[in-house]
T-cell receptor
Framework: DAKTTQPPSMDCAEGRAANLPCNHSTISGNEYVYWYRQIHSQGPQYIIHGLKNNETNEMASLIITEDRKSSTLILPHATLRDTAVYYCIVRGHQTGANNLFFGTGTRLTVIP | NAGVTQTPKFQVLKTGQSMTLQCAQDMNHNSMYWYRQDPGMGLRLIYYSASEGTTDKGEVPNGYNVSRLNKREFSLRLESAAPSQTSVYFC???????????????FGEGSWLTVV
């Protein structure tokens, strides 16, 4: 599985867009980018995933560069409840190895 | 629909004691996982079960055993607890692993284990 690199921490003003970057320069062609978040030691929560195209759901948008070596998770209007650790994960596709490798993520603090 | 349920939520053990963490999912998922998370660190995979009847080691399996009791349940056992196993344990489940993607992993709320 490709490794990912994320900044350890970020701040964002409440109501503004939070843009969380992730580098995954060794990603291979069939690997997806997944984003999860963990709020205050709760179980990680799935946010979004994508392969090549930009993706959007009710929680966030995922922008993947054309060369797929980096991506950005966008929370369009951050709220205090979005304060969490955000994990960017590149997922392997070997049969029988359907697991996720977590790094230390980005600690996002939304400031009132 | 409870999702992934873990028990107990909190447990204190003495060194050398044994215990079993229980996990059950009601989403009819084929795959189940056990992760541990130490303070300030990301999750690390202990064991996983790709399907009923199979189990495989993850990144940090030493000191643990698992049992995939049936499709719903996946337990984690500490035979002789050590202080180094003080951690938060997360169980998770997902649909069957294939070469395709799109299968997200759903986590339980965690079990806090302290070994003194």
């Amino acid at each position: 599985d490709a490794k990912t690199t994320q900044p350890p921490s970020m701040d964002c003003a409440e109501g503004r867009a939070a843009n969380l970057p992730c580098n995954h320069s060794t990603i291979s062609g069939n690997e997806y980018v997944y984003w999860y978040r963990q709020i205050h030691s709760q179980g990680p929560q799935y946010i979004i995933h994508g392969l090549k195209n930009n993706e959007t759901n009710e929680m966030a948008s995922l922008i993947i560069t054309e060369d797929r070596k980096s991506s950005t998770l966008i929370l369009p209007h951050a709220t205090l409840r979005d304060t969490a650790v955000y994990y960017c994960i590149v997922r392997g596709h070997q049969t029988g190895a359907n697991n996720l490798f977590f790094g230390t993520g980005t600690r996002l603090t939304v400031i009132p | 629909n409870a999702g992934v349920t873990q028990t107990p939520k909190f447990q204190v053990l003495k060194t050398g004691q044994s215990m079993t963490l229980q996990c059950a999912q009601d989403m009819n998922h084929n795959s189940m996982y056990w992760y541990r998370q130490d303070p300030g660190m990301g999750l690390r995979l202990i064991y996983y079960s790709a399907s009923e009847g199979t189990t495989d080691k993850g990144e940090v399996p030493n000191g643990y055993n698992v049992s995939r009791l049936n499709k719903r349940e996946f337990s984690l056992r500490l035979e002789s607890a050590a202080p180094s196993q003080t951690s938060v344990y997360f169980c998770a489940s997902s649909e069957a692993p294939t070469a395709s993607s799109g299968n997200t992993i759903y986590f339980g709320e965690g079990s806090w284990l302290t070994v003194v």
